[in-house]
């Protein structure tokens, strides 16, 4: 086993750590897509091909399971409630990931494009410290980058939902959220196909 064996366990499922934070006396690791290496491992599995709904949330609750088990800990999922698991807050304890300026979170290394596919309760040794919030020193190009200004006065949803879906909204339902694609951390990690592939479960 490496020092970190949660960390080998999820990278050949385009799987990475997003951060740590405490749960009683466990460790909590949040865990995301490892992007571009993850799409090209989902989209080959069963999930995927199956046709059933929420390929994505059934093929995470699968893997993750059984890694936890490998590790011998237990699986956490952002879906599946009511009630659901806290992973705004947990993700904003691990000191990795804080509110942005358009209220999604922003991650220190994967900037606006931050998902959490689980996090897993074990007893391994946190694997992540404290960062510095990347907005800081940043001209903040996410608040202004949306053209119908859905980011305006907290996150108009409707409004998003009505320019995604028109033919004025093509470049952010094929490529992602414009807003998220402006922040310029994670630049270019998440791959169309991936993008738009969420943007069809959003709407």
């Known amino acids: 086993m490496t020092a970190d064996p949660l960390s080998s366990l999820l990278a050949p499922r385009g799987l990475r750590r997003l951060g740590d934070c405490r749960d009683g006396g466990a460790t909590l690791t949040l865990i995301g897509p490892d992007e571009p290496q993850f799409w090209p491992v989902f989209t080959q599995s069963t999930e995927y091909a199956d046709g059933a709904a929420d390929p994505l949330d059934r093929w995470s609750k699968r893997v993750l399971t059984a890694i936890a088990a490998q590790v011998g800990g237990d699986a956490r999922f952002p879906f599946g409630g009511p009630p659901f698991a806290p992973f705004y807050s947990w993700a904003v304890a691990s000191g990795q990931a804080w509110p942005s300026p358009i209220g999604f979170l922003v991650h220190a290394e994967v900037g606006l494009w931050a998902s959490f596919r689980g ?81 069809g479960a959003f709407l």
């Not at 007893?123 to 200004?149: E, F, L, M, S, Y």
């Not at 004025?168 to 959220?177: I, K």
């Open 119 to 199: 996090a897993i309760r074990w007893d391994g040794a946190p694997a992540t410290v404290a960062a510095q919030k990347p907005c800081i020193r940043c001209h903040q190009p996410c608040a202004t980058a949306c053209p119908v200004g859905a980011f305006d006065a907290g996150y108009d949803v409707a409004a998003c939902k009505a320019h995604v879906t028109s033919a004025a909204g093509q470049d952010c339902r094929t490529g992602g959220c414009l807003a998220r694609r402006a922040c310029p951390v994670g630049q270019g990690a998440r791959l169309p196909a991936q993008a738009a592939f969420h943007m």
